[in-house]
């Protein structure tokens, strides 16, 4: 099971990009990165998944380099409502979510 | 409207009790497993199925049961709580393995006394 390291917090200012990196250092041919975003009391909400280079959405961007030993989630022009856990996740059968990255954003 | 939905929401009860928390999905999805979340240590997983009948341990399996004998059912037991299961619970599916999104209940905040 590939284990994940993340930062524990990270703070922000409304309408700035916020860039969370992911270290995965043992992640395995066959996995997916996948983000979460956690409101308190809430269930995790999915943001985003690749497998590598990069991927957009609507909400976010994921940066994969090649070698896939890290990735980067990206927020643009981040609100008050964007404060949350963010979880970042390799995708095996069994899930470790870990601690997460505490996003506080400030006006 | 696909969901996932967990039964009951709130429980306070006492140490020895048994009781049972229900998970139940209505996506069709093969994998389901269950989460607590205590606070500093994010989400731990408890217990996984990948499909009827096929269920295995997670990070943090003791003091907990969990059958899988429909596609949409995975209920949580706990034979003989304790405090440290004071906790908040969540149930999850997906289509198959872990490889798809993640779809949370509501949660269960449990509190054993």
């Known amino acids: 099971l590939a284990k994940t390291t993340q930062p524990i917090s990270m703070d922000s200012y409304e309408g700035q990009e916020v860039n969370i990196t992911c270290s995965h250092n043992?992640?395995?041919?066959?996995?997916?990165i996948t983000w979460y975003q956690q409101f308190p009391s809430q269930g995790p909400r999915f943001i985003i998944q690749?497998?590598?280079t990069k991927v957009t959405n609507e909400v976010a961007s994921l940066f994969i380099p090649a070698d896939r030993k890290s990735s980067t989630l990206s927020l643009p022009r981040v609100s008050l409502s964007d404060t949350a856990v963010y979880y970042c996740?390799?995708?095996?059968?069994?899930?470790?979510f870990g601690a997460g990255t505490t996003v506080t954003v400030r006006a | 409207e696909a969901q996932v939905t967990q039964n009951p929401r709130y429980l306070i009860t006492v140490t020895g009790k048994k009781l049972t928390v229900t998970c139940s999905q209505n996506m069709n999805h093969e994998y389901m497993s269950w989460y607590r979340q205590d606070p500093g240590l994010g989400l731990r997983q408890i217990y996984y199925s990948m499909n009827v009948e096929v269920t295995d341990k997670g990070d943090v399996p003791e003091g907990y049961k969990v059958s899988r004998k429909e596609k949409r059912n995975f209920p949580l037991i706990l034979e003989s709580p304790s405090p440290n299961q004071t906790s908040l619970y969540f149930c999850?599916?997906?289509?198959?393995?872990?490889?798809?999104?993640?779809?949370f209940g509501p949660g269960t905040r449990l509190t054993v006394t």
């Open positions: 690749g497998y590598k």
């Open positions: 996740l390799v995708n095996d059968y069994k899930l470790s």
């Open positions: 043992n992640i395995a041919t066959n996995d997916y």
């Open positions: 999850a599916s997906s289509l198959e393995a872990a490889h798809y999104e993640q779809y």
